[in-house]
């Protein structure tokens, strides 16, 4: 199980990547939670431009035999949708790069820190 260590998770099996700017954040799956829900077919989120709280649905992700709500690991403004999304696959093939679902302006930097890191996240999941 790929546990990338400069990413945080939350418990919901969504991971932040805190950008350079300090100020937007990368959010996507992570590797356990693709792996749960086999293979993706469709992405569906929320609008740029919308406002999110954190824990808040910012949309879903449907696989062949389920379909899961997305969690807002932190608060801020959804920026943008990753286009890559529109083949969905890339998902399960890359979700710590070219699956990245959305881009975040967060609204407090430091809450990126109380979030799991990659050992805390790798105890959650037993790996």
Not at 90 to 119: F, H, M, Q, R, S
């Amino acid at each position: 199980m790929n546990i990338p260590e400069d990413l945080r998770y939350t418990k919901d099996h969504e991971w932040v990547k805190l950008l350079e700017d300090g100020c937007t954040a990368l959010v996507g799956i992570t590797d356990f939670a693709q792996s749960e829900l086999g293979d993706i077919v469709f992405v569906e989120l929320k609008a740029p431009g919308t406002k999110l709280k954190a824990h808040e649905v910012f949309g879903t992700v449907e696989a062949v035999k389920t379909v899961a709500d997305l969690f807002a690991p932190i608060a801020g403004e959804l920026i943008e949708i990753n286009d890559a999304l529109d083949a969905a696959e890339v998902v399960n093939t890359d979700p710590y790069g070219e699956g990245w679902l959305v881009k975040i302006t967060v609204d407090d930097a430091t809450a990126v820190e109380d979030l799991l890191d990659a050992a805390s996240y790798s105890q959650l999941i037993g790996a």
